[in-house]
């Protein structure tokens, strides 16, 4: 942590399970807003999970593996940085989880310390200019782990206001659950199913063209709910938003369009 | 004894976590106050649950007040009355008696111990002055409190109990007529207490009336 | 109260499809959510109270033995009785008791969770008394013959209409009400009757004040007055964590009860009870007594779950939980619902027989931000999954998952691979049509939702392959 005041501190990016499969675009959106706030951007090619599937299932002894190897993965950093609260929020957790292993709990905490959810990194700890357009009138929902356990509420919409284009409407109930809850939303579909359509809802109710959020596990929840239900809303990660990364499909959107 | 085994388990239990005498009472946030507004506050969160009141200037002119508010209501000149108030000039048409409430009791006339300006309520000690069936038991309730009797807030209340060298058998808070959202949530006054309270506030000293 | 029959799942099947439900739990937003935050706006401070009041209680919890003694001391100097009940048969036979020396016939009964915990209502019938709820929600409910579906509101659950054929079938002689003041006039008068002939009169105790031996009930309604003031025999029942030392530690918890429970800033009626009639009292009970209820609170207090015992029963966390907001209370099956229950419930009645109610919630955290003792419900509910993997409860299938997704998570080539393919099949699945409608094995997901597929190979591939460029 030494040098992360220099001005280029070394960012270590934690490319999360699903926008590793789903959507690369988060991950090069995310990169790119990085690099554009002065950092070096790496992504270090061992990592695989932070361990947040078995830390909400109960199981600790799977998570604190995990845990071992992202702390190895990535305390060369000054920073690590992921687009998703959950994930960060995950990694928070860390020293308690390992608080009784003498070995880890120093280096968990060291890098509990330095692990920042992107949107507010690129606000409360590096200043990034946004040079984005974006047509449209979003609503944002504010994911529950970024919101709860990170704080993450006024950063997303401090940046979304630079983005040249773009109308906020502020949705009903933005700091409801959408339903995902991870593996909740396959274990309790028909609870799952009447909170994501509360929350489709709030989002027609805005009049919004498009739903943007900051953790692409409620934002795949979300979108497959409007597309299976018909909606025309268009989903982003909102670091696609700001890094103007829009021209391609949104999420779940078919390719030609 | 499962007095015993209760208090076994707990010590059991706080010597395994090991927590005896680590948490500190904290120090309590100081409870708002109101200076000069205090009688303003409280007259505001009488009405704010509902309540109603007028000031008098003397508990002398209480009588002369409940029964125009009694005829404004439509009610008979009957009804249970706090020993203290028992004496003041009544007319002669007051039937009135100071025994414990009734079933069928309408109407009670009651002294409280003391206001609470932070949320309206009105304190009543009980005893042999003040019995507590009058509190709960008629379907419209009088209380009369001198101004100089309301409290900032709450502790103001305990400390003027604790200053009377014991606690009442019952010491009731009261804040507006009795309520219930329990049918569709819809907020009805009278569920088992009274439909209405009316305070009648007195400027006078209390010693001094 | 034995628990409700059915699964999790089979019950909030049910309340799904229950239209009177859905339209009582659609209130709860301007109901109990707007005002609350509305209330904790106009208190400053409420921060800070918060802090005081789980201050107070983590002090208290630390030395309960202590403070219990001097409570119980308090009490008998002022000539009241204090019982301590191990268990719930303990505190149902110590209530018999007392009814049976009592000569009673009539009980009536304020709100009181503890009485719901340890199953009272059924034993007292039994024995042939009366037995009378007398809090409106609570009446409702005992004439439907159902447990509360809310800790603070029993029969949210219930339409006008509902109630209004209650009553036809429950009174007879009297006219269909249908509005909701003739409806609430009627329970005023069957109920005003059980009052005055109430013989013991049960209550709960929302505080119990070690220094001047005193049991506090907060209500609107006023019937745990009338309960308590009108019966010859007043009997508290509470549980063993519910004692705080002073009278200024009362203020701090009452500031944020009323405020978290219904958002008003006080409750109509705080109540405050030391002891029996005394000499010269014109009313009032002729006996007290408090049942103080362990029930596996001793055993809670050395675990993990120790911090739940800071819990007040205000119903904040359920009224702000969107499962409960789904489902409402009746699928949790037993007497305490929505975050709370999902602790607490597993806690008294067994891990395995609860297995699905900490599971049953996406650890969205909101009900931990809004309660008043700040007791870390979500971490908690998260800590009580790890406590049935330890003992070995979940179903061998996601263990399976589990322990086989674990390895390969280790194994980062491995993954990697399972990455790719994963990528490539969705892809292939999904054509250009950018999300998948039905897919194998992914049923639960696809059923509800489409599943957004994959936009190109994954993000390290692609990021490789670009040299670390974005």
Known sequence: MADASAAR??????????????????????????????????VPSEQTCCGQPAYSAGDDDTARAMAKQVITQFDEYDYLVSPSGSCVGTIRKYPQLLADDPHWSGRAQALADKAFELLSFLVDVRKVEIDARYAGKATYHDSCSGLRQLGVKRQPRELLSRV??????????????????GSFCVKYPQISEKMVDDKLRSIADSGADTLLGGDLGCLMNMAGRLRRTGSKVRVWHTAEVLAGRTDGPAIGEEESR | MSREAVLHNIRRAISERGVRGRFELPQRPAAPTYGEGRVDRFTERLVAHACTWEAIDSLEQLPERVMAWLESKGLAPRMAVAPPLMALPWPDVVERHSDRAGITEAVAVSLAFGGIAESGSLAMYSGPQSPITHNYAPEFHLVAVFAEDISDNQEGIWEKVRATGAMPRALNLIAGPSRTGDVEQTIQLGAHGPRQVHVLLVRAKASTS | MKALPGTFDSRAAVALADPSLQKALKNFKPLFVAKRASAVAELEGFEQLRETAAAIKDAVLSELDTWLERYAAKVESLGGHVHFASDAAEAREIIREICRKANAKTICKGKSMVSEEIGLNEVLEDDGYKVVETDLGEYIIQLAKEPPSHIIAPAIHKTREQVADLFEQNHPGRPREETVAGLVNEARHALRERFFQSDVGITGGNFLIAETGTSVIVTNEGNGDLTQTLSRVHVVTSGIERVIPTLDDLSVFLRLLARSATGQDTECYTTLSSGPKRPGDPDGPEEYHVVLVDNGRSKMLAGRFSQMLRCIRCGACMNHCPVYGAVGGHAYGWVYPGPMGSILTPLFNGLAENYDLPNACTLNGRCQSVCPVKIPLTDLIRTMRNEQVKAGLMPASQRRMMSAWGWVARQPGLYRAFEKLGSKMLRLRAGRSGSIASLPGAGAWTRVRDLPAPSGPTFIDQWKSRGGQS
Do not use: K
Not at chain 1, 20 to 40: D, K, M, Q, T
Not at chain 1, 164 to 181: I, T
């Open chain 1, 9 to 42: 501190p070394r960012v270590g990016l934690l490319a999360t399970c699903l926008m590793n499969v789903f959507r690369p675009n988060i991950g090069f959106s995310a990169a790119e807003l990085l690099e554009r706030a002065g950092c070096r951007v790496e």
């Open chain 1, 164 to 181: 040249e284009g773009l109308e906020l409407a502020e949705m009903d109930d933005a700091e409801v659950c959408c339903g995902f809850g």
